[in-house]
DNA sequence: TAGTGGTCTAGACCACCGG
DNA sequence: CGGTGGTCTAGACCACTAT
């Protein structure tokens, strides 16, 4: 019923821009409930091919987009699922300033103290992954009596710290010589880069900037 | 109500890996009805913090992943909304037969004779995102009929040819000769590249390399 | 096969926001 | 303010799958 009502909307009958009829006409044309053109419609906004307003109604998006959802797992999950051997290594774990464009990235017009952590995920030994973390003291305090050589904070975080706010961006860098070094990788590679932010309420809690070996992917689903 | 249903389940209640009673038993708990219930679990397992399965019941997701969307516009709108002047290109348009990877990239087994378009997006006349895209004459032969050096095939694919799925990659590469001098870029610079294949059931539609400028971000929603 | 989540209905009331 | 979508209820039946 709900698959139909969704093949119905898109095979045409609408382009970009039209008005759809309220729900409750729909259900009436359809011999349907109003509840499910609601939960159709609900779905068809979800994906971005309609816009609802309450007093506004059903807009076909007059800009299609194309979306789609990626997962990020946990690092360790991600390489153990490819077969192999997770590693990890502390590599720096400092208690500093957070230089401008970190604060910047939390959205902080001052700079605070934080904890920064530089550390290495390996898959079989090699590097996989490097990352460069800052944690705020303010809003995660206790992470400082985390033995970060053997707990990595990626997961200390997942597990203790939920957050309500979450920010990523991919792009590209080129490696440089600090990044090839530890990556194993040759001076200038194309690197992808993931970085994230987290805050709970808004309150910062983490921002890490994930440099990835050369070759790595990152795939959505459906 | 679905709100309190959420924030109770993820206040601590449960742990990663935890079974939650089944919904029946948490709508009498919570006095409320069944479908809420439902409703507030299908939200949790569309963010992936939970996982349901029939006669399995409800489980918290033993791993937890940081799920996100990604909105990929139409190209032109993504360079308007930045204020600039869209601009397009087209390169090379030849009907050939796909080379052994795109064919793989579609799930084909043997190559197949296909419109490869090559376009350039402009962004206030000065080189944006490179296009590298293959479209099936079978699934789409109206595309021959179409002035590719006006009509751009992002936007003509989007407006004629609805699909039902779509396979996004991201990662980085390091600039070839060939699209330094198109981007207007530096050798070897690191570039961000999304690969887009879409098919209508199981016919594939076409698949897209697009190779973006340095500096390029790819931003993600909530 | 029995237990669980998934879909649907018919109806009520609420919340937002455009005219 | 009135029209539209959003949420909720109480109940029925269905579809999947773990045991």
Redesign the pocket.
């Known amino acids: 019923?709900?698959d139909t009502l969704h093949a119905m909307i898109l095979d045409g009958t609408y382009y970009a821009g039209d008005k759809?009829p309220?729900?409750?006409d729909i259900a009436e044309t359809l011999g349907?409930?109003?509840?499910?053109v609601?939960?159709a419609?609900?779905d068809l906004?979800d994906s971005g091919i309609v816009e609802?307003?309450?007093?506004?109604?059903?807009h076909v998006r007059p800009d299609p987009v194309t979306r789609t959802t990626v997962d990020i797992p946990i690092t360790r999950k991600e390489i153990e699922q490819k077969g192999c051997v997770y590693g990890y290594q502390l590599i720096k774990q400092t208690k500093i300033e957070t230089p401008i464009p970190v604060a910047a990235s939390f959205g902080l017009s001052a700079p605070t103290e934080m904890l920064r952590i530089e550390a290495l995920h390996l898959a079989d030994q090699r590097p996989y992954m490097f990352e460069d973390r800052w944690v705020s003291l303010q809003t995660a305090p206790e992470i400082l009596d985390v033995d970060l050589t053997h707990e990595n904070a990626n997961e200390w975080l997942v597990r203790n710290k939920p957050y309500t706010r979450c920010d990523i961006r991919f792009y590209a860098t080129k490696a440089t010589e600090y990044y090839a070094d530890l990556l194993g990788a040759d001076k200038a590679e194309a690197l992808l880069v993931m970085e994230r932010t987290t805050w709970i309420g808004d309150k910062p809690i983490t921002t890490v900037k994930a440099v990835t070996t050369p070759g790595y992917q990152v795939l959505t689903q459906s």
Do not use: W
């Open positions: 019923m709900r759809l309220k729900d409750e349907c409930a109003r509840a499910t609601q939960r419609m609900r906004s609802r307003r309450r007093k506004g109604g059903t």
